[in-house]
């Protein structure tokens, strides 16, 4: 799991509600991704940001926001207009974008009441 | 569109023989080719990867993977398996600069 640090580990979230899923690297790396893991599925791209206060929406963007104020954190947030919210998050970082490898944090298991 | 297919949703061995994990992957172009592991509720962590280069890959735990482009495979492989080496394993491919394209998985147990 390297330098990327994730939290919560599990998080609970009531239908309707917000909630913010936090990711830091301290590799230095530019380039940060937005992953979601579903059994049976692989990853899928959510969001992924090229450098500070720049980001882009990758497949599977809807119901998700990001934001990148500092090189080191790249926190999403899982919005009410999520419709299937429950899954495993995983965030990444590359020292670039291209055909630098991809690191991962230990992810974020989210689950719906 | 550039993507991989993992054939084997699961794969069993006992400890101390060869372990294979199969992928083929479509891509125009030169590919880029990735293989992660990841243990239950963990992350995930990178064995290997092939840019371009000598078609065997050599990467961390042992592990190897064989890059073949005339039948457009990347299998990974382990002369000896231990029961450790008990996971999600991941193939992937880069589809642009940024993404990643990645298999469905194959789960690894390797039996005592």
């Known amino acids: 799991d390297g330098g990327i640090t994730q939290s919560p580990k599990y998080l609970f979230r009531k239908e309707g509600q917000n909630v913010t899923l936090s990711c830091e690297q301290n590799l230095n790396h530019d380039a940060m991704y937005w992953y979601r893991q579903d059994p049976g599925q692989g990853l899928r791209l959510i969001y992924y940001s090229q450098i500070v206060n720049d980001f882009q929406k990758g497949d599977i963007a809807e119901g998700y926001s990001v934001s990148r104020e500092k090189k080191e954190s790249f926190p999403l947030t899982v919005t009410s207009a999520q419709k299937n919210p429950t899954a495993f998050y995983l965030c990444a970082s590359s020292i670039e974008t291209g055909p630098d490898t991809q690191y991962f944090g230990p992810g974020t298991r989210l689950t719906v009441l | 569109a550039q993507s991989v297919a993992q054939p084997e949703d699961q794969v069993n061995v006992a400890e101390g023989n060869p372990l294979t994990v199969k992928c083929t992957y479509s891509?125009?172009?030169?590919?880029?080719l990735f293989w992660y592991v990841q243990y239950p509720n963990r992350g995930l962590q990178f064995l290997l990867k092939y840019i371009t280069g000598d078609n065997l890959v050599k990467g961390s735990y042992g592990f190897e993977a064989e890059f073949n482009k005339s039948q457009t495979s990347f299998h990974l492989k382990k002369p000896s398996a231990l029961v450790s080496d008990s996971a999600l394993y991941f193939c992937a491919v880069r589809v642009n600069d940024y993404k990643l394209s990645f298999g469905a998985g194959t789960t690894v147990t390797v039996r005592a």
């Open positions: 891509v125009s172009g030169n590919p880029y």
